[in-house]
């Protein structure tokens, strides 16, 4: 089964608007939390990634809220533009077995 | 510095066919992991190898199957294809394993679609 659920499936937002995708997750083990973005035709990369002990980190527009107590975290990306518009997937490494443990992914559409 | 790079990008296969897909990680990366993308259902894990030993296996049929060389490349293997083995399958290499912080970097994917 789906170890993090990811929501929404897919989002349109207009040229500079705020786009917002949450995760949440059940196993307490995980102890660190990648986003990946993947455009068409490419694989995923790295996008940004956060420790359970910050609860908040900021890469330029791209910033993960994390609630460790709701077992959840998000990812806004803000003043959203069209060279955003791709794939984002959340996921959770489990220092256990290291395995990393996938969102279903949301598919976010930025219309100029 | 190379990307992972991925062969053949695309394949068509019929059923109960077998089929390897082959990756070949960054230059000094020894650590190469396989997923299996659908839509819907993000990325599931395959399997990962570390010098040339499988570390990890996820929830896959003995159907599917891996192995890596002792110069970090890496094949999989599907025999007896099914119709639901269409998917693109990833590879994505990291530096070493054994930890959570290693960034994973993916290759483009083979697309696998089973007729």
């Known amino acids: 089964q789906q170890q993090v659920k990811q929501s929404p499936q897919s989002l349109i937002v207009q040229k500079g608007g705020i786009s917002i995708i949450n995760c949440a997750y059940e196993n307490t083990a995980f102890d660190y939390f990648p986003w990946y973005q993947q455009f068409p035709g490419k694989g995923p990369a790295l996008l940004i990634a956060?420790?359970?002990?910050?609860s908040e980190k900021k890469e330029g527009r791209f910033t993960i809220s994390f609630n460790k107590s709701a077992k959840q975290f998000s990812l806004h990306i803000m003043d959203s533009q069209p060279g955003d518009s791709a794939t984002y997937f959340c996921?959770?490494?489990?220092?256990?077995?290291?395995?990393?443990?996938f969102g279903a992914g949301t598919t976010v559409t930025v219309r100029a | 510095k190379a990307g992972v790079t991925q062969t053949p990008r695309y394949l068509i296969k019929t059923r109960g066919q077998q089929v390897t897909l082959s990756c070949s990680p960054i230059?000094?990366?020894?650590?190469v992991s396989w997923y299996q993308q659908t839509p819907g259902q993000g990325l599931q894990f395959l399997f990962e190898y570390f010098s040339e030993t499988q570390r990890n296996k996820g929830n896959f049929p003995g159907r599917f199957s891996g192995r890596q060389f002792s110069n970090s490349r890496s094949e999989m293997n599907v025999s007896t294809l099914e119709l639901g083995d269409s998917a693109l399958y990833l590879c994505?290499?990291?530096?070493?394993?054994?930890?959570?912080?290693?960034?994973?970097?993916f290759g483009p994917g083979t697309r696998l679609t089973v007729l």
């Open positions: 956060i420790r359970p002990d910050v």
């Open positions: 996921a959770a490494s489990n220092p256990n077995d290291y395995k990393l443990s």
């Open positions: 230059s000094g990366h020894r650590s």
């Open positions: 994505a290499s990291s530096f070493q394993w054994g930890s959570s912080y290693n960034e994973q970097f």
